[in-house]
């Protein structure tokens, strides 16, 4: 990940995954590199080969708005992937913000946000509705008992993303581990956005770029998609196969927390199964938990 032309890098990804033919170029004989040619994109987009070469070495960085959607056009972004685009062209006045406020301290990892305490008091009171929330970067801040007895990579001071990528009983959880895990990589992209150089981040994709093939692969793609409603499905240990809606509300005040919310259909076999293992959780757990400062040590140990 190269946060310093992070523009370079994703027009030169979303290239590679443009077939010549699709975008109505003829071609024969071997091509040396995947996709779309430098100067092809050039072309199609209407702009010099030269110029976009600078685009995509870094040496131009404030391309117009008019070139940005004829690139997007060209690469076929869809909505969130053009203003993913268009972002990382912009200034990052949030990362500008906490470097004046902290100095040099700025570029150290920050302390994961606190839950604000209306939060944790109302999904304390969903017994029947595992939820939890997380940050932008996918590290769990707090969730309630039936949340961490659906997964244990619920529990607050773990990171979502690199547990289900690395954690081999998480794999076996996830009935749609390969749909889940293609989703999951293209939502962490879009929540941050053009913030590359994030500290937190650049420690989590170093890490998951060397420990998964997978997620090196799809990192790479540069996708991003936003997350959506979906259904998880999964084959719990001790209920069977179970399958969820899930959703996701933005948290406001925050600064991108996420509160996930589950839930079975009413009076479907899915719910009775939920239930008992509410009924199981009820037994051992009696309320939500929050991140601490000794899950914070416990989490980076772990990292």
């Given at each position: 990940m190269d946060a310093t032309n992070a523009l370079g890098e994703f027009l030169r990804a979303r290239r590679a995954l443009i077939r010549p033919e699709d975008a109505g170029i003829r071609h024969g004989g071997l091509r040396r590199v995947p996709g779309l040619r430098r100067e092809e994109v050039a072309m199609l987009a209407g702009i010099s080969a030269d110029y976009y070469l600078r685009l995509e070495q870094g040496r131009d960085r404030d391309p117009s708005l008019q070139v940005l959607e004829a690139l997007a056009d060209v690469l076929d972004l869809d909505a969130p992937a053009t203003a993913h685009l268009i972002g990382l062209t912009q200034a990052r006045p949030s990362q500008t913000r906490r470097s004046d406020r902290s100095g040099d301290r700025g570029r150290a990892a920050q302390k994961p946000e606190p839950v604000p305490p209306g939060i944790l008091q109302l999904i304390d009171g969903w017994p029947s509705n595992p939820a939890y929330v997380e940050n932008r970067f996918t590290d769990v801040l707090a969730a309630n008992p039936l949340a961490m007895a659906l997964s244990p990579s619920h529990s607050p001071g773990v990171n979502l993303i690199r547990a289900i990528l690395l954690d081999e009983s998480e794999r076996e959880l996830r009935r749609?581990?390969?749909?889940l895990t293609e989703a999951g990589v293209a939502a962490l992209r879009a929540n941050v956005g053009p913030d590359v150089d994030d500290p937190r981040l650049v420690e989590l994709v170093?890490?998951?770029?060397?420990?998964?093939e997978r997620f090196r692969r799809l990192w790479g793609r540069h996708d991003v998609r936003p997350k959506h409603a979906r259904?998880?499905?999964?084959?719990?240990?001790?209920?069977?196969?179970?399958?969820?809606?899930?959703?996701?509300?933005?948290i406001n005040g925050t600064d991108g927390l996420i509160l996930k919310v589950f839930h079975a259909e009413?009076?479907?076999?899915?719910?009775?199964?939920?239930?008992i293992l509410g009924?199981?959780?009820?037994?051992?757990?009696?309320e939500s938990r929050k991140l601490t400062g000794s899950d914070e040590h416990q989490a980076v140990d772990e990292q």
């Open positions: 749609d581990w390969e749909e170093g890490e998951l770029s060397v420990r998964s259904v998880m499905r999964l084959h719990h240990p001790k209920v069977g196969d179970l399958d969820l809606q899930s959703n996701k509300l933005a009413p009076g479907s076999r899915d719910a009775e199964l939920l239930a009924s199981l959780t009820a037994t051992s757990s009696g």
